[in-house]
């Protein structure tokens, strides 16, 4: 799930409970049967995988909202001072390119859940009717998904180079004085960018989807057929309702991935004018001109309230349903 | 409805059908035009290009730009820093996440479920939430003799643990559900004749789990190979950059001629795609694992 990386990190499927066939965990009775040996290598068996993953995403992430309350040049313990809430106050107040990337990270998951999504559903809609070849054409849409974002942006540069691209060439404004510079514009190249993730993002949402059909009950769908129902019917009062968990997930990959963006717009422009992004700020805050470390936490902490916002109740929901299973 | 009477649905060619396939064709390939532009330019001498411009009439194909991208760029050098950080880092997070998962599957239900919910909640975290701390963290962990540039910084094993760290949030989360759904009565037996857990764990789980951890894999090699955050923060010597994050460098280089740069592009998907096509359904199970109920 990575949902991701995916960005990334490539994209993944956010997890839900497990199918409703397995076993419910009756575990405990394991544990009469235990030598001591075997407690220790249990023990072992969990907690050094565990210690890794809390010691570098979890403590990592509780470091990002301790810094983001302090200034700290990085060099040496002792240079880091306290200073409340100052970071966030500068940011909310007089950074200019915060409110934007707010903004743009907002329009980013609204134009993939709006456009790239329901197609990615009537993709999988249309490739799910038994057709003929459905392997091939479900590669053609799912290669985007498969090749990195770098490969993506750099393709996606020969679309919309103003003197060399495709599509200046084919509307004749590759010339001086013509110039539609889709790259460098700010009114343009975030919808310039977009294009390139939902291209990606509908192979994405196509396979979750197909995946998620399959667990719609063809008894029903015949059924439907024989009360007359025409595709819509079917697809609006039988197929749609099925496809709830999906949806669920498909949500959560979306915000994700939305809060992710990062590889695309810093192939294409590095996030300059026109492009910001939260995740772009936190990063030009480490390996930019001008490295601040606790502004660029106190970004950081914005992304983590956002991200845990969606993260802990879907995990929640999640795991209820799998312990009742 | 089942395989039987599926012959006989065979209808002859209905016209909702053949606008259903003209549509899929027409779509796929559209969505194969941005890489298909690619190709053609990247086969395209860039004296030639210059001349006629981009929408032209190819006189002349030649892998040339292939061959020159591979050469100057040194991509073979990139491929193996790739490889010294992929192969660890996806063999280490299946050993590290099936043996918490195991853990999770087996044993202590509610311990274990707050563990789970760790390592989900954790892999679906935006990368940047920790990266600034992480990259602090880099620098300051001294690993004289150990790793070329002395620090956990800029060197492979760095990438490696991040790697296996953010990743076996998901590998735990899939593979434990691929073991909840094994018989309990399985291990239990094993068990009551004396068993170890370690055995039970390597010689009797695992290897039931072959799909999963098959699928989780492939996953795992295309999406490290296919990283790019991770080593731009995280690696700072252009030539210790896995092949993704190079691209960059090396676009720069060569910016001048786009046509080299999208023969590099694709030349550094080709691995990636190969994966994919010779192990599409591991790869495609793998990504829709943890999502649907299929």
Redesign the interface.
Known sequence: ???????????????????????P???????R???R??RI??AL??G???L??????????L??VA?AFTTWD?IGFDTIHWVGLRNFRELFTTNPQFWPAVEHNVVWFAVLILLPTPFGLF?AL??D?R??FSR??Q??????V??????IG??????Y?PD???IN??VGA?RPGHYIDWIGDPDLNLWAILV?AS?RH??YMM??Y???L??VD?ALR?AAALDGADEWQTFRHVVLPALR??NT?VL??TV?ES??A??LV??FNKGAHGTEL??IL??D???GESSR?GY??AI?VV??LI??AV??PY?VAT?RTE?RG | ?TAADRPARRAPVRPARVL??T??VV???A??A??L??LL?ALRPYAE?SEK???SWPDRLSTGNFTQAFEQSDMAHYVVNTLVVAVPAVLLTLF??S??A????????RVN?S???????????????????????Y?LVDLPGITASGKLYDSALGLV??H???????C???LS?SM??L??EL??AA??DGA???RL?AQITLPLCRPAMAALAT?LS??I?????WA??LISTGDNMPV??A??NL?GQYFTD?NL??A???L??IP??AV?FAL?RQ??SG????????
């Open positions: 799930m990575s949902a991701p990386t995916e960005t990334d990190e490539p994209p993944r499927a956010a997890p839900t409970a497990p199918p409703p066939g397995a076993p965990a009756g575990p405990t009775g394991h544990r049967l235990l030598t040996r075997d290598t249990l068996m969990a050094v995988p565990a890794l993953h809390v010691a570098l995403v979890w403590l990592t992430a470091a990002s810094l990085g993709l249309q490739l009717k057709v003929r091939v054409y590669t053609a849409f799912f290669l985007p498969v090749v990195s974002l770098a490969v750099f393709v996606w540069q020969l679309v180079n060399t691209g495709l060439s084919l590759n390139a291209w509908t192979g396979i979750l197909l995946a998620g399959k667990s063809p015949e968990p999906t997930v959560v990959v994700i809060l992710r990062f590889d810093f192939v939260l995740s936190v990063t805050n480490i390996i470390i660029g936490s950081a992304l983590l991200s845990l993260i802990i995990l795991f312990r | 409805m259903l396939h549509f899929l779509t796929s390939l969505w194969l941005p890489l532009w690619a330019a290009t411009g981009y929408v590290l996440s043996m918490v195991f853990h999770v599957a087996r044993f202590d239900a479920l563990l789970l919910l760790v390592f989900t909640a954790g892999n679906l975290l935006p990368q940047q939430v920790i990266i600034t701390p992480l990259y602090r963290l620098l643990l991040i296996v760290a953010f990743q076996s949030g998901f735990v989360f899939v559900a909840r759904s018989p309990h291990t239990e068990l009551v170890s857990v370690w764990y996953l295309i999406w190979y296919n990283d790019f955050f731009i923060v993704t994050s691209l960059n676009s786009p740069v999208a590099g592009a694709l550094t998907a990636t795609l994919y599409q790869f495609v990504l829709t694992l943890g999502s649907g109920r299929g």
